[in-house]
Every structure is written in structure tokens, then in C-alpha cells.
């Protein structure tokens, strides 16, 4: 009965004390008695809602499609972003997808991330001191 007030679901009750859920709504009936609403059987189902479309002699169109993005802009033919070549890379992109993204060789994608990473080596001897 607690377990019922508690919120607990019928059918739980039933299989945790090894009951069916109808000695479960019995027992609860004994106990409070008979409700308005019996147990044992659910709510009476709902009629199916009602389609409510456009007006008789409305003049109705469905709103124009989304267009897209657009095109992909290209990169300018003989122009190599490092830039965007090395954070491709770094990202983990397929390095033949970044190639042709590029209009590039595979060759050249890993000469420019090798260029651009030995730029960036603070060991390297052409980098000056830190100024600290």
C-alpha cells in the first residue's frame, strides 16, 4: 500500500512481491476501497484529433525551399594556404582529401606541414633568443 502511495508503478509491486497486478488493485481495494475509477481496466481512448486544413477557397503555397549554403569557395589556382593546409593537418583530415581540396599533390601537402612545423621548432637555430 505504501509502496502504491509512494508512486511506485503497479506492475513492479506485483514482481517484487510475487503478485499479479490484479491481486495488487484487490488488495488496494480492500484496504481503501472502491474508487470512482476502477482499476482494472485503463481510460476510455480519445477520439483522433481533427485535421484542420486551409480554408475553402484559400489560396495556399508552402513557403519557398531553403536555397543552401552556397558554393564552397575555391582557392585561387597556384595559391598554397599554409595556414589552412597545416590546421587541415593538425585537425586530422584525410591528408589526399586535403590535396584536392587544394588542387595540391599529397607530396606537397607534407612539404608545406614540414615547412610550417620547422618554422614553428623553438629549437631551431634561425629562431632568435627569448627575451626574457
Same mark, same amino acid.
Given at each position: 500500500m505504501?509502496?502504491?502511495?509512494? %508512486?511506485?508503478?503497479?506492475?513492479g509491486i506485483a514482481?517484487?512481491?510475487?503478485?499479479?497486478?490484479?491481486?495488487?488493485?484487490a488488495l488496494l481495494q480492500r484496504q481503501v476501497g472502491p474508487s470512482e475509477q476502477q482499476f482494472s481496466? /485503463?481510460? /476510455?481512448?480519445y477520439p483522433p484529433p481533427v485535421y484542420? %486544413?486551409?480554408?475553402? %477557397?484559400?489560396?495556399?503555397?508552402?513557403?519557398?525551399?531553403y536555397p %543552401?549554403?552556397?558554393p564552397?569557395?575555391?582557392p585561387a589556382p597556384g595559391v598554397v594556404d599554409d595556414d589552412a593546409i597545416v590546421a587541415e593537418y593538425g585537425d586530422g583530415h584525410?591528408?589526399?582529401?586535403?590535396a584536392r581540396r587544394h588542387g595540391i599533390s599529397v607530396d606537397d601537402v607534407?612539404?608545406?606541414?614540414?615547412?610550417n612545423v620547422d618554422d614553428d621548432d623553438p629549437d631551431s637555430p634561425a629562431d632568435p633568443a627569448p627575451s626574457w
Amino acid at each position: 500500500m505504501a509502496e502504491y502511495g509512494e %508512486g511506485n508503478d503497479v506492475e513492479g509491486i506485483a514482481r517484487k512481491h510475487g503478485l499479479t497486478v490484479e491481486q495488487v488493485y484487490a488488495l488496494l481495494q480492500r484496504q481503501v476501497g472502491p474508487s470512482e475509477q476502477q482499476f482494472s481496466s /485503463p481510460p /476510455p481512448p480519445y477520439p483522433p484529433p481533427v485535421y484542420y %486544413g486551409p480554408p475553402p %477557397g484559400a489560396n495556399y503555397s508552402a513557403p519557398p525551399a531553403y536555397p %543552401g549554403p552556397g558554393p564552397v569557395p575555391q582557392p585561387a589556382p597556384g595559391v598554397v594556404d599554409d595556414d589552412a593546409i597545416v590546421a587541415e593537418y593538425g585537425d586530422g583530415h584525410d591528408v589526399e582529401a586535403i590535396a584536392r581540396r587544394h588542387g595540391i599533390s599529397v607530396d606537397d601537402v607534407y612539404d608545406v606541414v614540414l615547412r610550417n612545423v620547422d618554422d614553428d621548432d623553438p629549437d631551431s637555430p634561425a629562431d632568435p633568443a627569448p627575451s626574457w
